[in-house]
Structure formats: structure tokens, C-alpha cells
């Protein structure tokens, strides 16, 4: 190809892809220990989970419980530690961490299919470590711990990587201060899934990609939003491979060629095997192949696509609007506090696309597909049994790292960045325990 040819060839990798400033390695203070980087996320770990208990002690002392456990929780699996353990760990297991305790006891019979909404590993998890423990619910707590804790360190690594330690610093912050982060430390799946997602951008970023692999098909046998890590790889390995070193010696060609993909293409090709896997296991005991999916519309979903979604989510905003200025019509009427939560969890959207875009200009163009697929599926499947379309969205935000990456990296910058990021640790830290106090009290917010 000629000269002019080349020029006006359009690169369309590179356009999509908006990279951070160059740092001159020189400049760069060397990497972290594991125990510097263990050190680095205490201080942001502990603030926000004393935050989380503190508040749903103080909560449950003055409010009181709702009296819904015997309709939610009716095999007691909440309570049967006493009542001062429960009310420690109030926000911590409540909603589906029943789901999740029961399924480790009896596992997924046919009797009851909308228990195979939920992914397989962390009830294993909890099976095996209720053995050790005696306990399910004190193994769910222990692992969800440990599970965030070194997620949230692999998440200080890979910010560190690809935005530098002062970012690294504030958006660890981000990441545990955000209210979605309550979930991480609960009896949920929520910690195992940042682990194992973190784990395997990292991996791939550091040419790890046997272990890309085995964390990412780990973590699609956790959620079903798993199976989209497929995407990051795909871009990553692309991004390598554009940035090889040519061959000095052209009869190289070959053996060079066949090289690069080789290792990429088996981890990417290894992630859909954990959801693989449960549907096999859930055909063998009984269920239907598209058990698991089906069960979306028991959970009060409907697939409309992701513009229906929005303009739903928008319309029922509208509408909380509406009953909270008192203007709204009896019949509009939601369920009770869907007038509040419909504007504040579009407010939640609103603020998850904007640190999208931010992601999609600031960090390589694989962070960007991550999140932007996986916020296609809350949207393309809105909740529309109980009226609130965006239900659980700050729980899936949460586990979105990327878009706490971003804010870390805009928080650290400028010259007014310390009184910027206290006044976002404030807010953050102030939601994060009105979410712990409701969720304590058995007001569902996830």
C-alpha cells in the first residue's frame, strides 16, 4: 500500500480507544506489595463497613423491624444466630441472602424453579463453608468479607496500572463508599463477583490469560453478567496483539503469527463454561435448559429491550414526581415508596452514564464495553411487578468497577481535588447508611 493510501486509512481501534496521558515509567514510584496494597484499602474498608453496621444496629434500635420475616425468611435462617447477632448483621442478611442460605441447604429441587435465578458458586461456597462453621450465614459473611476485601485490593492494582496511585487511592474510596458497595460484605454474590471480575481484567491486563480465563468462567458460575467479561477480553487480547513487537526475521512469520492468539482465544473461549455448566447440571436434575432464564418474569421482569426500559424508568420517575408533590391521580399510585425510589434510582442511571462516558474517554475501550453491556441488561429487562422498572440498580452498579476507576481519576485531579473528593465521600458515605438502614429493617432496596 502507498503512502497515501496509509494516510487516509482510518484506524478505527484506535479512534474508539481515548488513552490516558502518557507517565513516563521513570516518574512512577514503584509497584505495591501485596501487603502495601492490603494496607492502602484498610483504611476505605473499614470506614465504609463500620458505616454499614453502625447504622443498621442504630436503625433496628430505633425503628424497629417491619414484620414481614415470616413471609420472607419462614424457615428463620435470619434469626436462628439470636437476636443481638441479627441485629449486628441486619443489613447483611436480609432479601435474597435467604435465597442464597436456602439454596446451600437444599439446593436447586424442581419443585421450586425460581430458585434457579441464582447462580450456583456462592451457595456452594456457602455449603462448604457452612461445614466448617456450622453455620451458612456466618460462612456467607465470613466469605463475602474476605471476597471484598482482596477485591478491592486487586481493584487498587488495576487502577493503579492503568490511572496511578493517586487515583488508585480515591477511587477505592469510590468503589466502597458508593451505597451498591453495602451488598459486597453481605450474604450475597456481590463480593465474590468483584473478585473474580477484577481479578480477570487484571490477569488479561498482565498477559495472565490462563487465569483471565479461569476467573472469568468462575464468575459467569456466579451471575449470569459473568458471561459478558467475554467482551473486555476480547478487546484487551486485541489490544495486545495490535501492540506486539514485529518480527526482526521474516521466516518468523509463521510460528509468530500463531503465538499471539493462541492463549487468548482458550480464556475467552473459557468463560461461558461456568454458566455452561449449571444449565447442564440443572438439565441433569430436571429442570429445562432455559430454567434459569425463565425465571426472570417470576422475579417480576419483562424483556422490552433497553429503550422500552428507559422510557419506562423515566415514566415511572415521573410519576414518583408526581405522587410526591401530591399531583398525581389515587389510581397512579405504586407500591409504598416507589414514590421516592423510581426518581433517586433514575438519578443512579443518570450518574452511571455520565461515568461512562468518562470511562469510554478516559480508560482503553475494553472497560467501556464492560459496563456499557452490562447496563444493557437491567434496562433491556425492567422490573415491572412491583413498579419500580430500575429495581436493584445501585446493587449492579456497585459490582461495575470501572465507572468507580473513572471517578477515582477525576476526584484526584485539579487543584481542587481534596475538598472535591471530601464533599463525594460525605455523600457517598451518608447514602451508603440510609441504604444499611433500610435494607436492616427490611425495606427492600436492592
Known sequence: M???????????????????????????????TWRQTALAVLPAFLVTRLVVLISGIVAIQIWGVKPVQDTYDPAG?????????????????????VWYVDIAEVGYPTDYPPRTAFFPLYPVLLRIGGWFVGSPVVAGLLISLVCAFVGAMLFHRLTDVELGRPAAKAAT????????SMWFTAVYSEGLFLLLSVGCLLAARQHAWAIAGTLGALASATRSAGVLLMVPLALIAWEQFRQRPRPVDPRAEVGWREWPWRRPAIAVASVPIGILTYLVVLRVIGHSWMTSFEQQQEWGRENVGPIAGLLRAIGAAGDGVAQLLGTAPEASAATPGAEWMNPLLLIFLAGGLIALVGVARRLPIAYAAYVGCALLLPLSAPAVGGGEPLMSLPRFLGVLFPLAMWLGWWVSRGPHARRRGAV?????????????????????VA
Open 424 to 444: 463525594l465521600l460525605t455523600i457517598g458515605l451518608l447514602m451508603l447508611a440510609g441504604v444499611s438502614m433500610l435494607t436492616a429493617r427490611w425495606v427492600f
Open 173 to 180: 474510596w469510590a468503589l466502597l463508599a458508593f451505597p451498591g
Open 2 to 32: 502507498d503512502g497515501m493510501a496509509r494516510d487516509s486509512q482510518v484506524d478505527w481501534t484506535a479512534a474508539l480507544t481515548v488513552p490516558t496521558p502518557a507517565r513516563n515509567p521513570s516518574d512512577e514510584p514503584p509497584p505495591l
Open 77 to 97: 435462617y435470619t434469626t436462628a444466630l439470636g437476636d443481638l447477632v441479627s441485629t449486628v448483621i441486619g443489613p447483611l442478611a436480609r432479601w435474597d441472602a
